[in-house]
């Protein structure tokens, strides 16, 4: 069994958890060792931490998503300091920017009760100040970004980063635009939800990453696989969308092998090298 890692997931969310038995279960059938459990917002870190406290494979992060970025509280950035200093290994994410949220969804979309959409403006305002605090506290950042990557790449070039690199979770861009995110320090994870894309450019950029710059992601119970490549399976949530298991995780790792042509065992062992340099800084 090889060692399994997980770079982004949020076991914390609630559609999970009436499954949590089952899926701690799988988990641990896999071989998983560590995953990394990011809050999105303030009422998440304290749920977060004390599952973290329950569970010795959850790495905790935290941080405010840019869909929560317009709800956020004045002592905000208080709170996310206070969150770091108790857990001196907790990472900061999810973070980042986010321009579909903006131009993408109809103002009656569900997904937008109760949110003061951020501008484009404020998400970069609240993103550089938690790359700040990142680079501060030399934590690991997840960045989440969709279709904002020029402004990203201009705020990451303006400002310090932290010394062990970020994160470009679940990465979306360009294969061009890969150099230019790892000159600065990034990592990248692919997620298994791309395998819908089949053999399209996306698929693309991932047989040509630096194999020292790869990590593995599910973002568990988001964005699920293929139903032919998914290999642990949940029942739907109460408002119908698809939860991704996050044992899914494996066909993840399955599936990135034989994108790079690789042995899973050689991609198992230089993801575990990756994930243990820039989350745990060995």
């Avoid at 304290?46 to 956020?72: K, M």
């Avoid at 003061?116 to 690991?140: C, G, H, I, K, Y």
Wanted: net charge negative.
């Amino acid at each position: 069994m090889v060692p399994l890692y997980d770079a982004h997931q949020h076991f914390q969310f609630e559609s999970l958890s009436p499954h949590r038995a089952t899926v701690l279960a799988d988990l641990q059938a896999i071989g998983l060792k560590r995953a990394v459990v990011n809050g999105t917002c303030e009422e998440e870190w304290p749920v977060v931490a004390a599952l973290a406290r329950q569970h010795d494979w959850i790495l905790p992060s935290y941080g405010l998503h840019p869909w929560d970025a317009g709800n956020r509280s004045p002592r905000w950035l208080e709170k996310l300091r206070a969150q770091l200093t108790v857990d001196p290994h907790a990472g900061v994410g999810e973070i980042g920017l986010d321009r579909w949220i903006i131009d993408g969804l109809k103002p009656d979309d569900p997904r937008l009760a109760g949110l003061r959409v951020a501008p484009l403006d404020e998400q970069v305002e609240v993103f550089a100040a938690q790359l700040m605090l990142a680079t501060e506290l030399n934590r690991a950042a997840s960045i989440h970004c969709t279709q904002a990557f020029g402004p990203l790449l201009d705020t990451l070039s303006r400002q310090p980063l932290p010394d062990r690199g970020f994160l470009m979770h679940s990465y979306s861009g360009s294969t061009e635009m890969v150099r230019q995110f790892a000159d600065l320090g990034a990592y990248f994870s692919f997620n298994g939800s791309f395998l819908k894309y089949k053999n399209k450019p996306r698929l693309e950029v991932w047989q040509h990453l630096p194999a020292d710059r790869l990590l593995v992601e599910t973002d568990a119970p988001a964005t699920p696989l293929p139903k032919e490549y998914a290999t642990h399976h949940l029942p739907p949530a109460p408002n119908g969308d698809e939860i991704n298991h996050p044992a899914n995780l494996q066909a993840a790792y399955n599936a990135l092998a034989e994108l790079r042509g690789e042995s899973i065992e050689a991609l198992a062992a230089q993801v575990e090298k990756n994930f243990q340099r820039f989350f745990l800084g060995r």
